[in-house]
Nanobody, 115 residues
Framework: QVQLVESGGGLVQAGGSLRLSCATS????????MGWFRQAPGKEREFVAL???????KYADSVKGRFTISRDNAKNTVYLRMNSLEPEDTAVYYC?????????WGQGTQVTVSS
């Protein structure tokens, strides 16, 4: 059974940083495409970043240069380092995993950025 558990969210001031973690079980992160998505109040879920099994990464334009996705294969954990946070980054952040599509999702962690 695949499980993804996010942690590391919280309240931070604009300009601050957070690191989100996605602990996994039931899969090997180095064999999957791992991604982060977010959903702000009243908005649809949107893509943030992904890392493929090949180590290729991709970012949404809105976070490029500020966010970094990484993984620790030994811990089977994926991270999202978020710097220079803006109030517009306020959302519930979700971890996802898949091969051709994102088939597995975590429950999400709240990130709130105050101005």
């Amino acid at each position: 059974q695949v499980q993804l558990v996010e942690s590391g969210g919280g309240l931070v001031q604009a300009g601050g940083s957070l690191r989100l973690s996605c602990a996994t079980s039931g899969l090997t992160v180095s064999s999957y495409t791992m991604g982060w998505f977010r959903q702000a109040p009243g908005k649809e879920r949107e893509f943030v970043a992904l890392v493929r099994w090949s180590d290729d990464t991709k970012y949404a334009d809105s976070v490029k240069g500020r966010f970094t996705i990484s993984r620790d294969n030994a811990k089977n954990t994926v991270y999202l380092r978020m710097n220079s946070l803006e109030p517009e980054d306020t959302a519930v952040y979700y971890c996802a995993a898949g091969l051709a599509t994102f088939d597995y999702w975590g429950q999400g962690t709240q990130v709130t950025v105050s101005s």
